[in-house]
């Protein structure tokens, strides 16, 4: 059950991406390509060399996570009004949590029911509750929050045996387990060592540089089976149970809007969010000094969260959610604005609102990226005339669409082609296509 939670727990993919920049390109070239978001210093620490290090040490990694995709995944939405912008009078809520296509499908809609238990909504089978949907007083959605739950720890071994490794000036020893696994074809099953520091597992040894990767990840700490804390959401009949529930919402960190029979409505960012006092978690960390331990979590009371804004909405799309001077370092990457900004354009509107008007919303193409792109157009070709007279929605009939995705594909290369020197064209081309 704790690999439903490790797969949308991605810092780590980020860490060593940044990692190989700053060593290839420079820390102003990962700043510029890599910005932190919001804006904050990044730290190279003397302790650490990140020679050497990029995409094979995370190569078992990326094959435990990933699952088969047809397409790039582009995020999920939600969003609630009170009453006061709903048809009805009372709360709306809308939902739409992309996720790839797979087979058998990721969620199925449920109605569970005993005693003291009547919820609907989507599920994973293999999980318990449901994850996002209804009860008979509140109603939630989620999407994905990108808090950092995450960390890559660079540990010192022992040259003489690679199964110790220093902290705080001592050395200590690595726990093994060893695990017998049935591999199809092969008459005996394979024996494969395990090992741990006090970090988390080695998930990479680098054994002529006398060094090991270890993760540390909240999917460790207890209640982390994902989507657990649905099991107490499901219950809660208000707000206060609702916030009480979500201290059991520990992984994946997820954008919690709700909405209830009351007329209230609010969002929570709920998970679990590593206390990193002095550092910000966007590069691999010296793992022997003992200046990069966690400090606990960040308690639910202080997590980002509003209740009943005055403006009668609010809204995520994975986007940057921190307030103005929020005073924890829970994330510094988060998805670009564009959906949020697009939902926000159209509940900043103020009609009152019906079903029909969310379902709608839900399907739309409007596209600012295409709105701010074609405005830096310059010429007066045929292209750009079809595109200058465009209304900048991505319908399948509109050749202006096609002709704007055909281009819009090619701007990475042709970026990296006129900006980037070329010993690190490959590497930036290779995170503008993440």
Not at 275 to 301: C, I, M, Q
Request: charged share 25%.
């Amino acid at each position: 059950l704790r690999i439903a939670g490790l797969l949308m727990t991605r810092n780590a993919t980020q860490e060593m991406t940044r990692a190989e920049m700053v060593d290839k390109l420079g820390l102003a070239a990962a700043m510029k390509y890599l910005p932190p978001d919001p804006p904050t210093e990044i730290l190279l620490d003397k302790e650490l060399s990140l020679a050497g290090l990029g995409p094979r040490v995370l190569a078992g990694y990326r094959a435990a996570t990933s699952v088969p995709s047809l397409h790039r995944e582009e995020g999920s939405n939600n969003w609630v009004v009170s009453g006061a912008l709903s048809a009805t009078g009372k709360p709306l809520l809308a939902n739409d949590p992309h996720r790839p296509l797979l087979l058998p499908s990721l969620r199925y809609v449920a109605h569970l029911v005993a005693p003291g238990w009547n919820v609907i909504g989507a599920g994973e089978p293999a999980l318990p509750g449901v994850a996002t949907g209804h009860n008979e007083r509140i109603a939630f959605g989620i999407t994905i929050d990108c808090f950092d739950q995450t960390d890559l720890y660079v540990e010192k071994t022992d040259p003489q045996n690679p199964n110790r490794y220093l902290h705080n000036g001592q050395w200590h020893e690595m726990r093994i387990e060893r695990e017998k696994i049935a591999v199809k074809g092969r008459a005996a099953p394979v024996e494969v060592e395990l090992k741990f520091t006090r970090h988390g597992p080695v998930i990479w040894e680098d054994r002529p540089r006398n060094r090991a990767i270890a993760l540390r990840s909240v999917v460790s700490e207890p209640g982390t089976a994902g989507y657990l804390g649905s099991l107490s959401l499901a219950r809660a009949r208000d707000w206060r149970e609702f916030i009480a529930a979500l201290a059991r919402a520990k992984v994946p960190a997820l954008n919690y809007v709700y909405g209830d029979v009351d007329g209230n409505i609010g969002w929570v960012a709920a998970g679990l969010a590593p206390v990193r006092k002095n550092w910000s978690g966007l590069l691999p960390l010296p793992g022997h000094t003992g200046a990069y331990e966690w400090d606990g979590f960040v308690p639910v009371r202080d997590l980002p969260q509003v209740y009943n804004p005055a403006r009668g909405y609010v809204a995520t799309a994975n986007h940057n959610i921190l307030p103005p001077g929020y005073p924890h370092r829970v994330s510094f990457e988060f998805s670009l604005p564009f959906r949020f900004l697009r939902i926000d354009e159209v509940l900043r509107a103020g009609k009152k609102f019906t079903s029909e008007d969310f379902q709608r919303l839900q399907h739309d193409e409007t596209s600012l990226p295409a709105r701010a792109l074609v405005k830096m157009l310059a010429g007066d070709s045929a292209a750009v005339r079809l595109l200058k007279s465009w209304n900048f929605v991505l319908s399948k009939d509109s050749p202006a669409a096609a002709l704007f995705e055909f281009w819009v594909r090619e701007l990475p290369s042709r970026y990296t082609a006129a900006e980037v020197k070329p010993e690190g064209r490959d590497l930036v081309a290779r995170h503008l296509a993440l």
